[in-house]
Nanobody
Framework: QVQLVESGGGLVQPGSSLRLSCAAS????????IIWFRQAPGKEREGLSCISSRDLNEGSIDYSDSMKGRSTISRDNAKNTVYLQMNSLKAEDTAVYYCAAAPGCTNAAGAMLYWGQGTQVTVSS
């Protein structure tokens, strides 16, 4: 059973940084790519970044032009956790952030096999 649990969201001021965590169960990271998405109210779910499975070890891909240069995806194999470091946060980054698992990197939400429950990020002064 694949389980993904996000954490690290919260209320921050513009210009702040946050590191989101996606804790995965068992050997999920061995076999699945992990993709970060976000969904703001009234908007479609947007793919942000992907890191490949440990088996494929193909590195990471950034999909979001709006987050370009401000976010970094990484993985801690010992902790079975994928992170999304976000810097210089803006009000328009306010959204629910999700991690998801798929056989390979893609930003197509419909291709995800498993989803976490999401963590709210609110950027406001």
């Amino acid at each position: 059973q694949v389980q993904l649990v996000e954490s690290g969201g919260g209320l921050v001021q513009p210009g702040s940084s946050l590191r989101l965590s996606c804790a995965a169960s068992g050997r999920t990271l061995d076999f699945y790519a992990i993709i970060w998405f976000r969904q703001a109210p009234g908007k479609e779910r947007e793919g942000l970044s992907c890191i490949s499975s440990r088996d494929l070890n193909e590195g990471s891909i950034d999909y979001s032009d709006s987050m370009k240069g401000r976010s970094t995806i990484s993985r801690d194999n010992a902790k079975n956790t994928v992170y999304l470091q976000m810097n210089s946060l803006k009000a328009e980054d306010t959204a629910v952030y999700y991690c998801a698992a798929a056989p390979g990197c893609t930003n197509a939400a419909g291709a995800m096999l498993y989803w976490g429950q999401g963590t709210q990020v609110t950027v406001s002064s």
